[in-house]
């Protein structure tokens, strides 16, 4: 079924199996000898999240290379630690004010340093953030900073609900969109997702996201041939259809004409900072290389 504006997922289907997905993957970079990040909640949610696959590579049980997919823990790990560095260089330029859109299964509030009196707010499905919140409390975990939740599908007025939870337009923000503007939303309602953070973003506010290659194959194809990969294998999830076919406009050049200045990475970037080899990955436009990762400064 192609995706719609009222459709709905959970965190075992569709674009929520994503979420777990990429959970499991940095559940085994961060069980390495050396690893690459150090994800303590990102096995326990996955368990919860009930794909018994991911479960079992979240856990060890399986490996990544039994399914053919070995590649999946250095690239997502390599990832997160580019993101994760995000924040830090925000909080030196002063930012105490941080959301993650689209937050999913992301465990930073509960795992990063933060500066003292920095506000998190995390906007997802209301079904998403309840399941995430049950289940970190449910281990008796505690956020490292203050967490705000909002909840909301992005699609629909978020502004607005953020602004309800607390949020200071007139204070530089550090804006996460982490696996998100890939084709996950419709053509049109990312390029109002950019220009909604822009209005709500003060000089000196920071954006940090990833976004596909104009001359790369869709991510959710890619996901897509992944998951037929493991049905052969004998291993299926549920992912559906993933993107929507009419995508957005280029990020980087959308965020430069609302007034952000942009430092655009390859994936080759990423891995060379997390010290971690290419290995079998495909870092062209077909392959795992298929998107762009960038930092921005509104001007």
Do not use: C
Request: no cysteine; aromatic share 10%.
């Amino acid at each position: 079924m192609n995706r719609s504006d009222n459709d709905t997922w959970d965190l075992a289907s569709s674009v929520g199996a994503t979420a777990t997905m990429v959970a499991a993957a940095r559940a085994a970079a961060s069980r390495r000898a050396d690893p690459i990040i150090s994800d303590t909640f990102a096995e326990p949610l996955v368990r919860a999240a009930g794909v018994e696959l991911f479960a079992r590579l979240a856990s060890g049980e399986l490996e990544y290379a039994d399914i053919g997919s070995a590649w999946m823990p250095d690239y997502f790990g390599a990832r997160a630690k580019f993101f994760d560095a995000f924040f830090p260089a925000a909080f030196s330029a002063g930012i105490r004010q941080a959301v993650i859109v689209g937050s999913g299964l992301d465990s930073r509030a509960y795992r990063l340093e933060w500066a003292p009196e920095t506000v998190v707010y995390e906007i997802d499905q209301p079904e998403v953030l309840a399941f995430k919140n049950v289940t970190l409390g449910r281990l008796g975990a505690d956020p490292k900073t203050e967490v705000r939740p909002v909840e909301i599908d992005l699609r629909q007025d978020w502004p607005a609900a953020l602004r309800a939870a607390g949020f200071n337009p007139a204070e530089p923000t550090a804006w996460l969109a982490e696996g998100l503007m890939i084709g996950y939303l419709p053509g049109h309602t990312q390029d109002r997702m950019l220009e909604q953070i822009t209005a709500l973003s003060a000089p000196g506010s920071r954006l940090a996201a990833d976004y596909p290659r104009n001359d790369s194959a869709s991510m959710g194809s890619l996901i897509l041939r992944t998951a037929e990969d493991w049905r052969r294998r004998g291993y299926a999830v549920d992912f559906g259809t993933l993107t929507y076919a009419h995508g957005p406009d280029n990020v980087q050049s959308s965020l430069q004409a609302r007034g952000w200045q942009t430092v655009s990475y390859h994936l080759t970037d990423l891995l060379t900072a997390a010290e971690v080899p290419v290995g079998d990955m495909d870092t062209g436009p077909g392959g795992q290389g298929a998107l762009h990762y960038l930092t921005a400064t509104r001007r």
